[in-house]
């Protein structure tokens, strides 16, 4: 065998062994559920005009999709999407005449939700999987209100990947310093706004918290990486209430595509700290991505910090009265 012949067998070994590590995905286990979205609006305040209400609906997407959905409302609605991430809701228009509160906004559909798991084995420090800084993710590069890309962020981005070159390396340091140095803990004020600087300097918070410091990381190290939000569902229950919201990260290399993080759930089961850099379990349904949002008709209030729970204006000005109540509960699996 010539030197020549020797040279592509190397070249066609590595690169199937590239994508034989690195670019399958594979869903790996399934879970199927039934989910209910309540919304109860109060009597509105006396000398109201009326109400407008926009409500999160989730998508169908390669790691979940979603069926049966029945939206019961006495109010009109339309079903709507915002321009800049995509993010489906109900918009709700009442005038005070037709609110006659208060009333109650259910929403129910069927979930089949896949674990996305990525390869990330030690084959890119031969392989080197490059981040994308063009096109549509140029705009998962840029900072948000609450997480800035400069300042302390940029230099403690810049402290923890000095010395590396790979952008897959740099993102494991990064994880591996957001699960090292947070503490999950939702004790006095601050926590929950996702405001990287407050992660930062406290260094604790919960899964809004952890993941805004990773996000503002890892996008200063110029990788691109988004926010996505929706509910947990216990690992080992089958019905029942969802107290709140969970939300996770994203980050991306081509040739790889979108890698799935969670920062917060792995500093919660420390056995799970490799699975969860490259995997989201299917325990869990996604509602909407980014931060930031302008919603469609838009808000006159400021661009929302995520939106994950109902958003309400009377009068034009934002209504914080809305309450709201989640609930699951298993289905078989669907027919292969």
């Not at 109010?75 to 109900?90: A, D, H, S, W």
């Not at 190290?221 to 107290?243: D, H, N, S, Y």
């Not at 209030?301 to 994950?308: D, S």
């Amino acid at each position: 065998m010539n030197a020549r012949n020797s040279i592509v067998i190397i070249l066609v070994v590595a690169v199937g062994l590239f994508f034989w590590f690195s670019s399958r995905e594979e869903a790996l286990a399934v879970r199927t559920f039934e989910f209910t979205y309540l919304t109860r609006i109060p009597e509105l305040p006396a000398g109201s005009e009326g109400l407008r209400l926009w409500i999160p609906l989730p998508p169908s997407d390669e790691h979940q999709t979603i069926s049966n959905l029945t939206i019961e409302s006495p109010l009109p609605f339309t079903r709507e999407r915002e321009p800049e991430f995509g993010n489906q809701y109900i918009f709700v228009q009442a005038p005070l005449e037709h609110h006659n509160g208060p009333v109650e906004v259910r929403l129910r559909f069927r979930v089949t939700r896949r674990e996305h798991r990525v390869s990330v084995r030690p084959v890119f420090s031969v392989l080197s999987a490059q981040a994308s800084t063009t096109g549509e993710f140029a705009h998962f590069l840029q900072p948000n209100r609450l997480v800035p890309l400069d300042g302390m962020i940029g230099a403690l981005s810049q402290q923890e990947t000095r010395g590396l070159q790979e952008p897959l390396a740099k993102a494991r340091a990064i994880y591996n310093y957001v699960v090292s140095t947070m503490r999950y803990d939702k004790s006095g004020d601050g926590w929950g706004r996702g405001d990287a600087i407050y992660a930062c300097n406290t260094k604790r918070g919960n899964c809004t918290d952890f993941h805004s410091l990773f996000i503002g990381m890892i996008r200063a190290a110029g990788i691109p990486a988004r926010f996505e939000i929706g509910f947990p569902l216990p690992g080992k229950q089958t019905v029942g209430e969802i107290p709140g919201y969970h939300c996770w990260a994203q980050f991306y290399l081509d040739g790889v595509g979108w890698i799935p993080v969670d920062a917060s759930e792995a500093w919660k089961n420390p056995a799970q700290r490799d699975y969860f850099f490259g995997a989201h379990d299917q325990h869990r349904v996604l509602f909407t991505t980014g931060r930031d949002i302008r919603l469609a008709p838009p808000q006159q209030g400021e661009p929302l910090n995520y939106f994950i729970y109902p958003y309400a204006e009377v009068d034009g000005k934002e209504f914080t009265g809305i309450e709201t109540r989640f609930s699951f509960r298993d289905l078989p699996a669907p027919p292969d």
